[in-house]
């Protein structure tokens, strides 16, 4: 990663770099946004062809082949809300490649170092500590429409379709007495609610915890993490993994609110969130009538790798 950052930084002209390039304490880093609002870093927009495929490709580098095609389709959902919301072909409110690559630091082995991709729906973030990738979150992806049901050649995609599909199957594989451990609520809130916040702290762990649930529920519980994870490179996701099983998989609790049946009307909306010591996932399909998806995982010990670096700096001071 660090040889592909590089590279691609020194294909910058003077201009780009200086709207690319923060350094890595300046609190910039800790700015995000998934609504469509301007941002600071390099847009897409303003790159060379060779340069937005090598952007792309330090994309693919960071991924999971999932991952990749997730957020490549998110990035394509732009081109359905153009559609949607009857916008000229030249809108730029609503535009596929209006997304913005920023780096904090230049990649060594010494040094912190970072990126990231902001844009509508998306966030990847990735800090780096000696060589190794020691931050790997927020990461946010979203979906609006979650179910594209105007007529345009994406018609009938659904890019969040496991999150959704393997959530109802958990809360619905639940018994009377498990869903009163579950259950926040019958109606889903409208946001996810760690939103976009340096520090999320949720203090209240609610949900039914991992030890609770049966065997088969289990697996449809891990295989619903995995969904999350799996969108990291493999080595990112056994990092992360390795840390759940380090603290316990068996601190980690599911919680639900809202209807427990898929659809898309007035009243219809679905949340849930896998939360334990180190770890927040939420997902919420509530807004436009259900059809309007915001994820997000959180490491709440290391978001924007802050752990590691604080080891990292307290060596230093030593």
Known sequence: MAAAVTSFLKSLDEEQR????????????FVWFYTPVPRKGLSMKKMTPEQ???????LKLAMSEQGFEKTTAIMDMENVLRVQENRPPNDTHRDPINYFFTFFGEPNSKEPW???????HLLWQFSSLTGKISGMTP?????????VRVDV????????????E???ALVNSLNSDQLKMALMSETSPQEIFSTNVRKVSIEKMEGIPFLKLTESQQKTFLTLLDTYLNNYHVTLKNQQMDKLKKIGLDKLVFAWAGDRQPGFGPGKGQYYRIHGPTLLIEYDNAQNQANHTHTVVRDLTSDFGEDVLAEHYKSQHK
């Open 18 to 29: 200086k709207v690319a390039m923060f350094p890595f304490n300046d609190d910039e880093r």
């Open 52 to 58: 937005q495929k090598a952007a792309m490709a330090l």
């Open 114 to 120: 970072g990126w990231r991709l902001n844009g509508h």
């Open 139 to 147: 990461t946010f992806l979203g979906s609006n429409p979650d179910i």
């Open 153 to 164: 050649p994406q018609k009938g995609k659904q890019i969040l379709k496991q999150e959704a």
């Open 166 to 168: 393997l959530g109802l």
